[in-house]
Antibody
Framework: QEQLVQSGAEVKEAGASIKVSCKASGYPFTTYNVHWVRQTSGQGPEWMGWINPSSGNTEFAQKFQGRVTMTRDTSITTVYMELSALRSDDTAIYYC????????????????????WGQGTLVTVSS | DIQMTQSPSSLAASVGDRVTVSCRASQNIDSSLNWYRQKPGKAPQLLIYAASSPQSGVPSRITGGGSGTDFTLTITSLQPEDFATYFCQQTYTTPPTFGGGTTVAI
């Protein structure tokens, strides 16, 4: 079945960078965009951006532009999210998720949703 | 960005109850609304996409409705596994945005 498996929890000092991996299996890797979302305790998820595993194209939330990078390695069906200049308020659980879409008969995209999600990676930033 | 507002933020219920969670968008999003359930320590799990389409494997007691700006998630005959936090998400425009969540507690 389709599955995303993320790298393990990390503790970083403020100012450092973090690189989280997300390995996809159970489907053709280049078929679906992969999104990154983070969640702090008791809050709704916050979208960070997406990567197209086929082309490597990316789009980021304005809030993270300049600090986030998303890459992929098609040989090992893995995408990466790197966040730099970490601050204490970057402490969160980071998730990757596959974007699925429905299409009209004309080929126009109608709706999209995130499924499945990775299990999450806790990133703790200490000051 | 489109703001998603869920209500209530939490509710108490019992097994067998019917519960309804509401989600309001700050502007028209057609039917580009998804619902997720999240249990403590776990990733969100898709329940409903495109406002009313159940994900494969979701029991028929869980339904979604609405369009435009107002949406609902209804669970009839609440089961023990339904005690969790529920999030709505709009994917009408970028950035996709989530509601703040509704926790259904015993």
């Amino acid at each position: 079945q389709e599955q995303l498996v993320q790298s393990g929890a990390e503790v970083k000092e403020a100012g450092a960078s973090i690189k989280v991996s997300c390995k996809a299996s159970g489907y053709p890797f280049t078929t679906y965009n992969v999104h990154w979302v983070r969640q702090t305790s008791g809050q709704g998820p916050e979208w960070m951006g997406w990567i197209n595993p086929s082309s490597g194209n990316t789009e980021f939330a304005q809030k993270f532009q300049g600090r986030v990078t998303m890459t992929r390695d098609t040989s090992i069906t893995t995408v990466y999210m790197e966040l730099s200049a970490l601050r204490s308020d970057d402490t969160a659980i980071y998730y990757c998720a596959t974007e699925k879409r429905s299409f009209e008969s004309s080929g126009t995209s109608l709706y999209s949703w995130f499924d499945p999600w990775g299990q999450g990676t806790l990133v703790t930033v200490s000051s | 960005d489109i703001q998603m507002t869920q209500s209530p933020s939490s509710l108490a219920a019992s097994v067998g109850d019917r519960v309804t969670v509401s989600c309001r968008a700050s502007q028209n999003i057609d039917s580009s609304l998804n619902w997720y359930r999240q249990k403590p320590g776990k990733a969100p799990q898709l329940l409903i996409y495109a406002a009313s389409s159940p994900q494969s494997g979701v029991p028929s007691r869980i339904t979604g409705g609405g369009s435009g700006t107002d949406f609902t998630l209804t669970i009839t005959s609440l089961q023990p596994e339904d005690f969790a936090t529920y999030f709505c998400q709009q994917t009408y425009t970028t950035p996709p945005t989530f509601g703040g969540g509704t926790t259904v507690a015993i």
